[in-house]
């Protein structure tokens, strides 16, 4: 069946700099969510994206449907940012939603 | 904050028994889904409601479990009767549509447990 490759599993991350998380898509995906697990578990949302770039303060993420892939860019990274991580994607034709592995992010001092 | 609330955050049961689970969803949204979360399928579509109407519902999941949205701002979640391999999170989503790209909001989930 359709599947997402999220990595990487496990990042860490000194404050101030900056690395972007990815997933690739085994088939077409309609579009892309990624997400960021808070203190009670609930999925918070970061970015939905069909096609193209957004991009919301110190985050920035990509969508490239044709080429099966998403990026989450962080930069300059914060003792805040630290988290779980997901993307989702949509399957075409269904309202399925198709969920990462995760990336656990540790930003250091 | 007015997100997606669901209850209970745990839920344990017995083999046979009818568990219901609840989820308001944002105010203001039109669709809502119930998903399944586990470890070894990922997450499952369980139902899909549009201004209350059921719009899809999994397939595999027919003949025990049962959602309903009785109204715009409160929709539960039966299981009945519950099995062990039912254990898994049971996450509540909303938004305003999908008309066009919209994005999803989760609740925290309903962790059950089948004994």
Not at chain 1, 53 to 60: P, S, V
Not at chain 1, 75 to 80: F, H, N, V
């Amino acid at each position: 069946g359709d599947q997402v490759e999220q990595s990487p599993s496990a990042l860490s991350l000194h404050e101030g700099t900056g690395s972007a998380l990815r997933c690739n898509f085994t088939t077409t995906m309609r579009a892309v969510q990624w997400f960021r697990k808070n203190s009670r578990g609930s999925l918070i949302n970061l970015f939905y994206l069909a096609s193209g770039t957004k991009e919301n303060g110190r985050l920035k993420s990509a969508f490239d449907s044709k080429e099966r892939y998403s990026t989450l860019h962080i930069r300059d990274a914060q003792l805040e940012d630290s988290g779980t991580y997901f993307c989702a994607a949509e399957s075409s034709g269904s309202w399925q939603l198709i969920f990462g592995s995760g990336t656990q992010l540790t930003v250091m001092p | 904050d007015a997100g997606v609330t669901q209850t209970p955050r745990h839920e344990v049961a017995e083999k046979g028994q009818t568990i219901i689970l609840k989820c308001e969803p944002v105010s203001g949204h039109n669709d809502l889904f119930w998903y399944r979360q586990t470890k070894i399928q990922g997450l499952e579509l369980l139902s899909y409601f549009r201004s209350k109407s059921l719009m899809e519902d999994g397939g595999a999941f027919k003949d025990r479990f049962k959602a309903e949205m009785l109204n715009s701002s409160f929709s539960t979640l039966k299981i009945q009767p519950t099995e062990p391999k039912d254990s898994a999170v049971y996450l509540c989503a909303s938004s305003f549509g999908r008309v066009d790209a919209e994005t999803l909001y989760f609740g925290s989930g309903t962790r059950l447990t089948v004994l």
